[in-house]
């Protein structure tokens, strides 16, 4: 949606649902040409503000190539667009994905659920979201240590009494890690199954369990931007998006901590040192081994 506002163009999705999660968004779209026309499309090229074709597709990983000579991401190049366009300010991209959020319709199955679920489990404007990420996320960068994350928690309580804690988090021993202020009460939702695993490989292997784990993310992620503040890492985006929300709504900063995702490699740097040989391993066997080799491997390992 925000290269389709960069484009200044109609964001048009192939598909409804997006595999292996089934559909969950109304679509936002009526269009007259049909799915050949879209599919057959011409990329978007460089400089795209000649680029005057009616219909044009914009490919993630052709775009990050055309601008690696340019040394800047397709998330910088998106950004900068924008503010060329719009003339954002800080504050404005800071609520822009909570903006977007606001903007679209999802489905009337999973809307009537999620209202049941607010109810039930009690979050209102006088709760603090705490996402502890955890499932795959190590892949990446070692996990945020729990500690820090106490320490925000009890930092924003200072600022704002808060009366709940509504924590969302892939692994299921998290209640028994996080402290709250003597006074206010954890919710976490037992009834939820929680896997802390590579969820999209789990459910190519169990697409049975599409629906619900679709659900699941989709549940997280709008309880938290309902919350009246947040904790979680910035760089995981059912924490971004909803402190984007949180914001868009206007409350003081002081109840938003978005912590360094990257904070334990900086700390230490034999974790950095790990964490960088790690990658350049995954990228060199990515580069040496045909795509079958790797699905094939995956598998074995999950």
């Known amino acids: 949606m925000k290269i389709g506002l960069a484009m200044k163009r109609k964001a048009v999705f192939l598909r409804d649902d997006d595999p292996p999660y089934i559909q969950s968004m109304e679509r936002s779209f009526a269009t007259k040409y049909d799915k050949g026309q879209l599919e057959a499309a011409p990329y978007v090229d460089l400089p795209y503000e000649h680029d005057f074709r009616k219909i044009v597709s914009f ?35 800071a609520q822009l994905d909570g903006w977007l959020l606001s903007k679209i319709r999802f489905l009337s199955s ?3 659920r999620l209202q049941k679920d607010l109810v039930r489990l009690g979050i209102s404007k006088d709760t603090l979201g705490v996402h502890l990420r955890r499932g795959d996320k190590k892949v990446e960068t070692p996990y ?6 106490n320490e925000a928690i009890l930092g924003i309580y200072e600022r704002w009494p ?20 003597v ?39 709008r309880l ?62 990515k580069r040496m081994l045909p795509s079958q080799v ?8 999950h």
């Open 294 to 301: 790797i699905q094939f491997i995956n598998r074995v390992s």
């Open 162 to 181: 808060f009366k709940t804690v509504f924590l969302a988090s892939d692994d299921s021993d998290a209640a028994s890690a996080i402290q709250i202020p």
């Open 110 to 112: 999973f809307e009537d």
């Open 59 to 93: 490919d993630y990983f052709r775009m990050q190539k055309l601008l690696k000579a340019e040394n800047v991401s397709v998330e910088t190049w998106v950004e900068r667009q924008l503010a060329d366009k719009y003339a954002l300010s800080t504050e404005d991209f």
């Open 144 to 149: 945020v240590p729990v500690a820090l994350v």
């Open 183 to 221: 006074g206010t009460d954890l919710i976490f939702d037992t009834s939820e199954n929680r896997y802390n695993n590579a969820n999209h490989k789990m459910l190519i292997a169990n697409p049975s369990m599409a629906a619900e784990e679709t659900y699941i993310a989709f549940k997280n992620l």
């Open 224 to 285: 938290l931007a309902e919350c009246g503040g947040i904790v979680g890492q910035d760089n995981a985006h059912f924490a971004t998006i909803a402190a984007s929300h949180i914001r868009y709504r206007t409350p003081p900063l002081a109840r938003i901590a978005l912590l360094n995702g990257n904070v334990a490699k900086i700390e230490s740097r034999l974790i950095g040192l790990q964490y960088f040989l790690k990658l350049r391993i995954r990228e060199a066997v």
